[in-house]
């Protein structure tokens, strides 16, 4: 595992240059650069300042998904404009407010959370026409508006949805997700019938199914073998679900307990399918960042603990891994509490499988009969050395992942063991 700090305060900015969210890819599409906001360009290499970017004229702005020389911005007025690396310029595309025939407030993508699917062609919009709210669907191979699905009364008086927390297209662009905000919608509180993580047919937007009861942060995945999912966190403590966009099915990944409090899943790692990346942003609990693998396995590999106080969005990890999933750039204010500090850093990874040649079974204990046994905790404190006959279990250690190092007859094995 390598860990690198690749920003510092930068006085004439007065700021701390950072990435926005765990969901809104800071890499290009090739990984050659990254950006901070729609201020400023990044060689990903020498992690040097190219140049400083156009800034309110392409505000909200995302990478194309399939052009590294491409940067798409949405704008809240509707204008959808291009901004073209190399050549440092930027192209007025469409204004969905003349194109969707009527006037709308303002258009977000998401707001805030919304993606382009992989391979740039449809995008879902949302525009605010006084208290309702139309999900517009956006052809961006032909800069036109496909379908628009209007919800009554759903904005409410705020600048942002009162009754839904985001709106997004799938990967694959073939579905729509609504998640309703769930401190106003659930079960027993229905809007007008919705609540949960609802599931939508992009074509023609017509409603499928819900997923879920209840909206946690989550992110719209590819499992190992290609279909859909949505990832999130929600049910009993510290568990970590995927459910299928086609069929509704809810698979537990993870139930362990650092996952419990505050945390944030990306799948922005389009490039290599089959792994959510996600942190425990919770300060008490272990500060862990680990990808996933979508196939129910038990297989995880670290990325390290973020030791951030987390305590506001600012200061939150918000990981977000590299399109070939390799890097995982997050932040961190290594606790400072009463101050403005917050670096970001990057990540490469450390490669586990909890399941390893039967090694590890969850919420099981692990025996070692031989050997000299030295338990290390993932940030590298020597936890225990003991002679064997060792058993670790709960008993012995705190709730948590371990790195166990067994040395016998000059030869030394590696494990994993997560205590829950």
Known sequence: MRLLRITDYVPEWDWYPHHEYAKIQPWNAD??????YSVALYDARTHRMIRELPGSEIYPSYWSPVDPDLIYSFRLNGDVRIYRVSTDSVVQMDHIVDASGGEYDAVYMGPGEGNMDVEARRVALVGRRGVDMDVIL???????VDTIITFEGVWGDGEY?????????????EYIGIM??????????????HYGVEIYRADGMTFLRRIAEYGNHGDFCMDVDGREVFVQFWGPTGTLNMYYLDSGERVVLSEHPDFSGEGHISCRNIRRPGWAYVSQDDSSLSGQMVAVRLDASGTFEHFGHHFSSSMDYLKSPMPVPSPDGSLLMFKSDFMDTTSGVVYTFISSVYTVSLRESGQYVSGEVMKIDSGVVAVYSMDGRLVMRKEAPVILSWRLLRPGFYVVLIEKDALSEKRLLLIR
């Open 161 to 173: 949805p009162l009754y839904v927390d985001w709106v997004s297209v799938s990967q694959s662009g």
């Open 138 to 144: 956006y052809d961006l191979e032909n800069f036109e």
């Open 31 to 36: 990984g050659s650069l990254y950006k901070f």
């Open 180 to 193: 309703w905000d769930h401190n106003t919608t659930s079960p027993g509180n229905p809007f007008d019938g």
